[in-house]
């Protein structure tokens, strides 16, 4: 979803979320309060709202690419092993490679960052 609907979807499904879960970003961008003018990272957005941890995974991959198994790589930002490896079993392929590095907020930035340079 975009990161403008982040929050709000958050807030829809904070009740229904399991305790043990964990979630994934793959969005790039950050979230502007517009009360407060605050600029907030994605993956925080979700870790306070759904008092879940959030990992972030950013990479240069163009969506038909991906679909078409040529080769990509992207690199997740997780603070948990256990949860590295649920990702690493779920996603990793040999076509879609995984990077792992344990500072979620670097990541995102990094990735977010990237999308502005581009504009």
């Known amino acids: 979803i975009p990161h403008q609907f ?3 979807t958050c807030e829809k499904l904070k009740d229904k979320i399991k305790k043990d879960a964990f979630a994934l970003t793959l969005v790039k961008g950050f979230y502007v309060d517009e009360k ?4 907030q990272l994605v993956s925080e957005i979700i870790t306070k709202t759904l008092n879940i941890p959030c990992l972030s995974m ?3 991959n163009i969506a038909n690419e ?12 997780s603070r948990d ?3 590295s490896e ?3 079993e779920l996603i990793d392929t040999p076509v879609f490679r ?5 500072d979620v907020e670097i990541i995102e930035m990094l990735g977010a960052l990237k999308m502005l340079l581009q504009c």
């Open 98 to 102: 995984l990077r792992f590095y344990p």
């Open 36 to 39: 407060t003018n605050e600029l």
């Open 81 to 83: 092993d256990k949860h």
């Open 58 to 60: 950013m990479g240069a």
């Open 86 to 88: 649920t990702v690493r």
């Open 66 to 77: 991906v679909a078409e198994k040529v080769f990509c790589e992207a690199t997740i930002g």
């Open 6 to 8: 982040v929050k709000e």
